[in-house]
């Protein structure tokens, strides 16, 4: 009886210990906090912005030409961007793209840090590169 009690006992623990050590937690962290003033970071409009806006913006019915303003397909969104008046080089939160991603169309550039590009690229000059 006793062996049996320890058998149990042994069997018991192990199963214990297995089921503490084999839980699996996914940990989600947020977005790495952004300081948008602090020094504006290098942004290339071609490699960075313009895949950006291609994916999230210019989907059929949207930012498409014969659709929303601005533009932005492959190809067209700089000069539509940058000549339709959606940045303001003097007050970059004044830029009304600025605006938009962060307050209605924020779901489709929901990263912060995607945000934060656009707003160095205009604090940078709004170049094209």
């Given at each position: 009886m006793k062996k049996l009690s320890i058998y149990l006992g042994l069997i018991l623990i192990v199963v214990v210990g297995l089921s503490i050590t084999g839980c699996y937690k996914d940990v989600i962290?947020?977005?790495?906090t952004v300081d948008p003033d602090g020094p504006p970071q290098a942004v290339s409009?071609?490699?960075?912005?313009?895949p950006l806006f291609n994916s999230?913006?210019?989907?059929?019915?949207?930012?498409?030409?014969?659709?929303?303003?601005?533009y932005m397909t492959t190809g067209t969104s700089y000069l539509n961007i940058t000549s339709g008046g959606f940045v303001n080089l003097i007050v970059p939160k004044q830029s009304i793209l600025y605006i938009r991603i962060n307050s209605d169309m924020k779901e489709y550039?929901?990263?912060?840090?995607?945000?934060?590009?656009?707003?160095?690229w205009i604090r940078n000059g709004a170049p094209n590169n």
């Open positions: 962290l947020p977005d790495a409009y071609k490699t960075e912005l313009e999230q913006c210019a989907l059929a019915g949207c930012h498409v030409s014969g659709a929303h303003k601005p550039i929901p990263k912060a840090t995607d945000r934060q590009k656009v707003y160095d």
